[in-house]
């Protein structure tokens, strides 16, 4: 049998729960935490490195990085955040690839970006593209061909019809449908349960069924 995987990740809040649950499923193990806030370690007996120089810290105890794989444990709308520990990480040497929950249906012809997360009962269809740094979380289903920009966090259950283009750092909330072939800009918002049904632009924020604009 294969040497466990080790894992640190960027956040130590409950996201970094489900992270480790599913690197443990996948052949790995958390062996660091960070984060910029002074936090309690959520995993047992794994500690945790506050901020910029807790990492730096880390980094001169570490003999190579480079068999060390990285992870952004932060959900939301914090995407951009997300985007930065992802670049950062490759920058210093770890390796940053993709998890996908042994319980996500993942179609053969699916493309996931690096540093993706793809959380138990997740449905990636055919031909969908998944760009880095991504969460798709729990029993959210992406339909055929759809193409989801970096950054970007699909909430549980969320669906995206067919077709459907969704820009960098988007937040779609728990629950939501956006309908087939519509356009969803660079970081909008779209609220739990809402139903969209037309393109969404840049940084708009809606809700509701349908969903409508709720700021300019």
Same mark, same amino acid.
């Given at each position: 049998?294969?040497?466990?995987?080790?894992?640190?990740?960027?956040?130590?809040?409950?996201?970094?729960?489900?992270?480790?649950?599913?690197?443990?499923?996948?052949?790995?193990?958390?062996?660091?935490?960070?984060?910029?806030?002074?936090?309690?370690?959520?995993?047992?007996?794994?500690?945790?490195?506050?901020?910029?120089?807790?990492?730096?810290?880390?980094?001169?105890?570490?003999?190579?990085?480079?068999?060390?794989?990285?992870?952004?444990?932060?959900?939301?709308?914090?995407?951009?955040?997300?985007?930065?520990?992802?670049?950062?990480?490759?920058?210093?040497?770890?390796?940053?690839? /993709? *998890? !996908?929950? +042994? @319980?996500? %249906?993942?179609?053969?012809?699916?493309? =996931? #970006?690096? &540093? $993706?997360?793809?959380?138990?009962?997740?449905?990636?269809?055919?031909?969908?593209?998944?760009?880095?740094?991504?969460?798709?979380?729990?029993?959210?289903?992406?339909?055929?061909?759809?193409?989801?920009?970096?950054?970007?966090?699909?909430?549980?259950?969320?669906?995206?019809?067919?077709?459907?283009?969704?820009?960098?750092?988007?937040?779609?909330?728990?629950? /939501? *449908? !956006?309908? +087939? @072939?519509? %356009?969803?800009?660079?970081?909008?918002? =779209? #609220?739990? &349960? $809402?139903?969209?049904?037309?393109?969404?632009?840049?940084?708009?924020?809606?809700?509701?069924?349908?969903?409508?604009?709720?700021?300019?």
């Amino acid at each position: 049998m294969s040497a466990s995987r080790p894992y640190v990740l960027w956040g130590a809040a409950g996201h970094a729960k489900v992270l480790a649950e599913a690197i443990n499923l996948v052949g790995g193990h958390v062996i660091a935490l960070f984060d910029n806030q002074e936090l309690d370690s959520p995993l047992a007996d794994i500690p945790v490195f506050k901020g910029l120089d807790g990492f730096k810290h880390w980094l001169a105890q570490q003999d190579d990085v480079s068999e060390i794989f990285g992870l952004a444990a932060i959900g939301g709308v914090r995407g951009r955040d997300r985007m930065q520990v992802h670049d950062m990480f490759r920058a210093r040497g770890l390796r940053v690839s /993709a *998890v !996908v929950h +042994p @319980r996500a %249906h993942v179609s053969p012809t699916a493309l =996931i #970006g690096s &540093g $993706a997360q793809i959380l138990a009962l997740a449905n990636l269809g055919a031909g969908v593209s998944i760009g880095n740094s991504c969460i798709v979380n729990h029993g959210a289903s992406i339909d055929h061909e759809c193409v989801v920009g970096d950054a970007t966090h699909v909430a549980p259950g969320a669906i995206l019809c067919g077709c459907v283009t969704v820009g960098e750092n988007v937040f779609i909330g728990a629950g /939501a *449908v !956006v309908l +087939p @072939r519509l %356009h969803l800009g660079d970081d909008c918002v =779209i #609220g739990a &349960g $809402a139903v969209v049904t037309r393109d969404v632009p840049r940084g708009a924020l809606v809700a509701n069924n349908p969903a409508k604009p709720l700021n300019k």
